[in-house]
Every structure is written in structure tokens, then in C-alpha cells.
């Protein structure tokens, strides 16, 4: 056989193979390079069902071909050449599947960790079987002409590249967005890295493809030096972030050097050309003016128009009386910046139950509100479940809305904010059902809570679950299905928002609509994960102004965040409102995967803290954390939740610890002897056990409810206090809680009128501050 035809012929039949393969092997349809996960094909819903199939194929084939007779000579030139096409193909297959180029190349990075493997593999097979070869060497021709194009078009084509958490302030990325001096830095690293990639790189592979494969590999390289940056910005603080926000970095600079690096290979091309008629150092100065235009461009464009136009629900047309993100923070109409700490109500949610005789939720009733105000809460996070909000589509459970509107007349009663959360795990509240042959790797599940049956469409996706519910075929289709509004399930989710805000509209005791618990990530993250969950989001908040309803969104990544303690959310821009908050939960250390494969933290809690409010900075939105907590029966969880007071008093970090109640028969917590949350149920007599005083003792600690301008230090442990704040002028809206029966002494500077009010379960501090001003016990 002819060599030319022999060597692309073996890499083409390894890589059929290799999906086979895995396609078989692959329990979940999502670790494979083409997986299937069960569901049955679908051929009315456009090209999304069957674009890994009938896009992703073709496309990686035919560049497995392309570039094993190219690039095949050498195993380390073939290796690059076959990443390319594993990401291009899967670039291709995003873009077909939501339209959006930005989001499919960027998004294209996330799938190294199945190209790279693939890439050896194949490669090996290739360079085996495919017979003897003959390693010319050639004149690498132009190489810092193309090389710096590389560089001049990169801050021209950022899109979501470089906007990962991973990205400290001192990483250089080539984004307008991140300053001057960190984009030339940048753009000089990357043009160094391909400089040195194309003099390689030509010399072995001829033609655009040589050029191609020198800007991926030289994407990877300074992917590696971002990430070492990155680890010296962020420190080492014995957890695994280094390895991961390598593989980000590295990532992203593979789908740049993928999707963008043609044009190196057509440069370099061209300068070829152009030196041998005109001499060699024209392309290299055009290179330059044109990068040097490029850095300057970038800088002055996006800022031309002068400062943005203020965004829908900007505070100055917010209702006075209502709370609203303003500045970084939440605050209310009077200027003071106001902490929502509390706890997390479970007892509305619509759960599955895995023994009908032993009940799923606590009854919920206004001692719980009377109890959640004594320990110093401000805030109930209030589960809710669609399942039981709208169990007929297009019309909203009277009885389940008057439980809500219920609960928020006690909150009310009792001097407590409420955030109404649509709350989901795993999607809806099936189980497995009987009969069912799980995929070796799965098992049976139990249901938990969410969807509507309904909204439910899994395709015929088995129910069983890979390490945990949350990577379970049925739900991640039934995700899948809810991103690409199938059968219209997402248009219906966000007309239920708008018909249960319309009901709260006027109501300030609502401090905000949490939009949808852990979003799943469905089947291909992060497109799922960052542009079709910020485009449901978009249509959300759409649909509660539209509604009439002022109050602040709460915005989550998706369960991602919860697992690995990171994720890359919805990006910037998905909304042009302005009164949301990021939501993220702070699991780390406790529900992360790492936690459940014993190994070591992914994220340490204190990379977590720390990353959140990167990301909630980059959006220019307040920062909240909807749940933490869940160290279950861990010896040392009184330490753990020490650890993290200490954390959120030093980011003055408003959160919702999970959980206030939880049933002996919720899904969630198993079926044991006793239900485990703050106040504890016997299973046996189904009454309360004692409150977990070790752990209220320490979420009841002092803080200030809220306080004039912002607070800019605040510390409090069993035995002291201490808070510092700037108030740009006079105002009288501190209020500081503090628990016990003894009445606090204070120490007070810049505060005037400051009075103690004995409450319920402790004290009330008010007062009056304007400029910079203290509180502290003596």
C-alpha cells in the first residue's frame, strides 16, 4: 500500500476505533470522545441531539486524515496534529449546536483531557503501523512575521478566553479588558512561544498545517506559564488548584491555538512569499505595525463610547424600601450595606421518598422563623420545588403558592428577609425505576427533587447514577433538553418565574429569587454550563422585571462549583440587568468531589473564598452564598465551620448555612436514627433533639445586620468584636446583633445615638456613623 495512503489510513481506523471503544466502555456518555449515554435518538429537535454525530465525526476523521499525512512523519509532530482535531472537531459541534462561534471555540479547551490521551494513542498506532517514514528537514522560512500576527490578533479575538477564576490580577492574558500592561505582556509571550514553535515546526510540517500546529502547541506553552503565575499569585496552600488551573490555562490556550492559529500557518504562508520577492524583513515589520495597531485598537475601542449606560434594575430605579446590589454589596434604599446571614429552609421542598412511611420534610411553621430571628439570622433561604409549584403545566398549585406566601408573612413577622429558591438535585424527584439494567459502572438511584414530571424528558436515558447523583444519564439528558428548551420546558420555567414574582413584587421582605439550585451541567460543559445557563438566566430575569418585580436575582454556577470548588459560570454580559448577586456555594472541604474519593481538597476553603469574589468582582455584582456547610458527621466539622467564620467575616460575606431542619426520610441526608441539621429530629419519635448548640454558637456569632456605606474590617469570635466602616455621609441605619443574655460593652468611634435593645436570643445595637467609624467590645 502506498505510504502516503497507509499511515492516515491506520490513524483514521485507530481513532474509529477509539470511539467505539469508549462509546461502549463509557457508562455515562460523557467521558468518551462521542459517548452515548442510553437515550434514544431524536430527530425532531433540530441538529443538537445528533450533532456529536453526524458534526463531531466527520469533522475529527477528516482531520485525523489531513493531519496524519501531513504531520505524521514524526510522533511529536502527529500528536499536536491530532489535539487539533479532537478540539476542532468539537469546536465544530458546539457551533452547530448553538450557533454562538465565541462560545464554541473557547468552549472547545474543555475536552484536552480526552484529546490529549486520544492524541497518544492514535498517534502511537500511527507511527507503528503505519511504515517507515522519511523525516525531511526544510527551511522553517518566516517565523516572527506569523508569529507576532499570532500575537497582534489575540486581543482582537478574546472572546471568553482567559476569563476562567484561574486568572489572577498578576497572569498576563491578552484581553482589553485586563489593562494595558497585561495584554503587551501577553502578547509578547505568545509571540515569543510561536516564534519558537514555528522555527520547530515548519522545519518538519509543510504548508498552513505547519504553522497551524506551531500556535497549539505554543498556545499550551503559555497556558504552562500562566499557570506557574498564577500558582505564585495565589500560593501554595496544600491543595490540587495548581493542577487545575493548569489544565485551564493549558486548555485555554489550546482552543485559541486550535481555532485561531490558521492564521499563523496562512501568515507564515504569505511571508514566504512576500521575503522572496521584497526581502525578509518587510513581513517582519508588517507583523509588527500590525501588532502594534492591534495592542492600540484593543485598548481605545471597547472604551470609546465612555461609560456604559447604566443596566436595567439599576439601583436608582429600585423602590427605596427594597434591597438592591449596589456597588459590590447588597444594600437597602438608605445607603446602609446590609449582611444576609441565616440558614437555609428545606421543609416546602417536594422530595422523593425512599420509604413512603417515614416523611421527607419537617412541617414548617412559624416557631421556625421565631427560632431562625433568636439565633441571630436575618435571612431564610426557602426551598421551593417546581414539581409542586406547577404539577400542571400552565397553572400554578393555589394551595403550595398560599404555603409560600405564608412562610413569608412569618419571615416578615419576625424581621427576616426571605430568598425564594427553585430548588433541584439531580433534576426531578424519580428514582430508578424497577427493572431498570444499569450500565456496568451505575448504579440505582434514589430520586431527589425538582422538574415537574412534565418538564422531565430524559429520552429514555437509564436513571442510575456514576459517583453520585449528579452524573446520572436521565438527568443529564433531561438538563440537555431543558438548555435547548425542548417541547418549550425552559419557556415554561422562566413564565413561572415571572408569575410567582409577580406575586412578591411588592413585597421587601422577598430579598431576592435565587433562579435554580446547582444547575446540572447536561452533556456537553461548559456551553451548557456558561452560555445556555446565562441565556436562561437572561430570559428569567426578563420575565420577573417584566413582572413588575424589583428585587435582587440570585445567579449560580453550576453544580460544578459545589463538586470541584470552581466553575466558569455564564459569561460576563449574559444580562443587562443590574440587580443581580453571584450565588455560588462554598462547599469546598465538605460536598466536593474530593471529599468523596478521599483525596486531597481540589480548592481549599480559603482558594474558594477567594475565587468566588474574583468572579464576583470581574461581574461587578455583590457576592452571596446561598449554602455552605454539610460537613455531615466529620470529627472535626466544629473546627471546619470555625475555619469558615473566620473566612466570611474577613470577605464580610453574607451566606445560608444548610440546613435549618432536615427530615429523617429526605433523600438527601440517607434514613438513619437521626436527621442531621441544626436542630436535630429523633427518627424514632419524630420530635426535635436538641439545637447543635456547638455549631449555632458559632453561625450566631456578633456581625452587623447592616451598616452605614460598607464595612470594611469585621471579626468576631465567642468573647470579642470588632467592625470598621465608611459612611460617605450621615446615616443611622447600623444594627448589630449579639448573642447571649449579657448586654455587650462597647467601644465606639465616629458613631453617635448608639443605643442596646435586649431581643430575643441577644441584643441590638443601632446607631448613627458618617465618615470612617469603629465597633468593638471592651
Not at 487539533?84 to 474543555?110: C, E, F, K, N, P
Not at 420555567?493 to 408569575?499: I, K, M, N, S
Request: with cysteine; proline share 6%.
Amino acid at each position: 500500500m502506498n505510504l502516503a495512503v497507509r499511515r492516515p489510513l491506520v490513524a483514521l481506523c485507530a481513532m474509529l476505533a477509539l470511539i467505539v471503544v469508549q462509546a461502549i466502555l463509557d457508562p455515562t456518555g460523557l467521558l468518551a470522545l462521542v459517548g452515548w449515554s442510553g437515550a434514544l435518538p431524536a430527530f425532531d429537535r433540530g441538529l443538537w441531539p445528533l450533532a456529536p454525530y453526524v458534526v463531531f465525526v466527520p469533522v475529527l476523521l477528516g482531520m485525523t486524515w489531513w493531519t496524519t499525512a501531513r504531520a505524521g512523519d514524526r510522533y511529536w509532530t502527529l500528536v499536536p496534529g491530532l489535539v487539533l482535531s479532537v478540539l476542532l472537531a468539537q469546536a465544530a459541534t458546539a457551533l452547530a449546536m448553538t450557533g454562538d462561534l465565541g462560545a464554541s471555540a473557547w468552549a472547545a479547551g474543555y475536552v484536552t483531557a480526552k484529546a490529549v490521551p486520544a492524541a497518544l494513542i492514535v498517534a502511537a498506532f500511527a507511527r507503528w503501523l503505519g511504515g517507515r517514514t522519511d523525516r525531511v528537514r526544510r527551511d522553517p522560512g518566516a517565523v516572527w512575521g506569523p508569529a507576532l500576527l499570532l500575537a497582534a490578533v489575540a486581543p482582537l479575538l478574546s472572546g471568553l478566553w482567559w476569563t476562567a477564576p484561574v486568572y489572577a490580577p498578576a497572569v498576563p492574558v491578552a484581553r482589553p479588558d485586563r489593562g494595558l500592561f497585561s495584554t503587551a505582556v501577553a502578547m509578547l509571550l505568545l509571540a515569543a512561544a510561536s516564534a519558537l514553535c514555528l522555527r520547530w515546526m515548519r522545519a518538519r510540517v509543510p504548508g498552513v498545517l505547519g504553522g497551524w500546529l506551531a500556535a497549539v502547541v505554543a498556545g499550551a506553552i503559555v497556558g504552562v506559564v500562566q499557570a506557574v503565575v498564577a500558582t505564585i499569585a495565589d500560593g501554595l496552600q496544600g491543595d490540587l488548584w495548581p493542577l487545575m488551573s493548569a489544565y485551564v490555562t493549558v486548555a485555554d490556550g489550546l482552543s485559541f491555538g486550535v481555532c485561531v492559529g490558521w492564521i499563523a500557518g496562512v501568515g507564515a504562508l504569505v511571508a514566504d512569499r512576500v521575503r522572496v520577492g521584497r526581502g525578509a524583513r518587510v513581513p517582519l515589520y508588517a507583523a509588527a505595525a500590525v501588532a502594534v495597531v492591534a495592542l492600540v485598537v484593543s485598548m481605545v475601542v471597547p472604551y470609546a463610547g465612555g461609560a456604559s449606560a447604566q443596566g436595567r434594575g439599576a439601583a436608582a430605579s429600585i423602590p427605596s424600601h427594597f434591597l438592591r446590589a449596589s456597588g459590590g454589596v447588597i444594600a437597602d434604599g438608605d445607603g446602609n450595606q446590609v449582611l444576609l446571614r441565616g440558614v437555609n429552609v428545606n421543609q416546602l421542598v417536594d422530595f422523593y421518598a425512599p420509604r413512603p412511611d417515614v416523611p421527607v420534610t419537617r412541617p414548617l411553621t412559624e416557631d421556625d422563623f421565631a427560632g431562625i430571628a433568636a439565633e441571630g439570622f436575618d435571612v431564610v433561604r426557602l426551598g421551593l420545588s417546581w414539581s409542586a409549584l406547577e404539577p400542571e403545566r400552565g397553572r400554578l398549585d393555589r394551595g403550595y403558592l398560599d404555603r409560600i406566601t405564608e412562610a413569608v408573612g412569618w419571615a416578615k413577622a419576625h424581621g427576616l428577609y426571605v430568598v425564594l429558591d427553585m430548588h433541584q438535585d439531580s433534576w426531578f424527584n424519580g428514582a430508578t425505576p424497577d427493572g431498570t439494567a444499569c450500565r456496568p459502572g451505575t448504579d440505582p438511584m434514589w430520586g431527589y427533587d425538582g422538574a415537574p414530571e412534565w418538564a422531565t424528558i430524559t429520552d429514555g436515558a437509564p436513571r442510575c447514577q456514576f459517583q453520585g447523583r449528579d452524573i446520572s444519564p436521565a438527568g443529564d439528558r433531561a438538563f440537555q433538553n431543558f438548555f435547548f428548551d425542548t417541547d418549550g420546558v425552559q419557556t415554561a420555567l422562566v413564565e413561572t418565574w415571572g408569575r410567582l414574582a409577580e406575586v412578591f413584587r411588592d413585597d421587601p421582605t422577598v430579598a431576592g429569587y435565587d433562579l435554580l439550585n446547582e444547575p446540572g451541567f447536561g452533556e456537553t460543559a461548559p456551553v451548557t454550563t456558561s452560555l445556555l445557563l446565562g441565556r436562561f438566566y437572561d430570559r428569567a430575569i426578563d420575565a420577573i422585571r417584566a413582572a413588575g418585580a424589583p428585587q435582587i436575582v440570585f445567579i449560580e454556577p453550576s453544580i460544578l462549583w459545589s463538586g470541584l470548588g470552581f466553575d466558569a459560570g455564564p459569561a460576563a454580559g449574559f444580562t443587562q440587568d443590574a440587580n443581580w448577586a453571584f450565588s455560588p456555594h462554598l462547599y469546598a472541604e465538605s460536598i466536593t468531589m474530593d471529599r468523596s474519593l478521599g483525596i486531597t481538597p481540589i480548592v481549599s476553603m480559603k482558594r474558594q473564598f477567594a475565587l468566588a469574589q474574583r468572579v464576583a468582582d470581574q461581574y461587578g455584582v455583590p457576592l452571596w452564598s446561598g449554602e455552605y456547610g454539610y460537613w455531615g458527621d466529620a470529627a472535626d466539622r466544629v473546627a471546619r465551620l470555625e475555619r469558615y467564620a473566620r473566612l466570611e467575616d474577613r470577605y464580610v460575606l453574607g451566606s445560608a448555612y444548610w440546613v435549618w431542619k432536615q427530615a429523617c426520610g429526605d433523600p438527601q441526608g440517607g434514613i438513619g436514627d437521626v436527621g442531621d441539621a441544626l436542630i436535630p429530629q429523633d427518627c424514632a419519635s419524630g420530635d426535635d433533639l436538641p439545637p447543635r448548640d456547638d455549631l449555632l454558637r458559632i453561625l450566631g456569632r456578633a456581625y452587623p445586620q447592616s451598616a452605614p456605606g460598607s464595612v470594611s474590617e469585621l471579626s468576631a469570635t465567642d468573647d470579642a468584636f470588632a467592625m470598621k466602616g465608611t459612611a460617605g455621609e450621615k446615616g443611622c441605619g447600623l444594627r448589630v446583633w449579639f448573642p447571649g443574655a449579657a448586654e455587650p460593652s462597647l467601644d465606639a468611634t465616629g458613631i453617635t445615638d448608639l443605643e442596646t435593645a435586649a431581643v430575643d436570643g441577644g441584643w441590638i445595637v443601632t446607631g448613627c456613623a458618617e465618615g470612617d467609624y469603629s465597633l468593638a467590645t471592651k
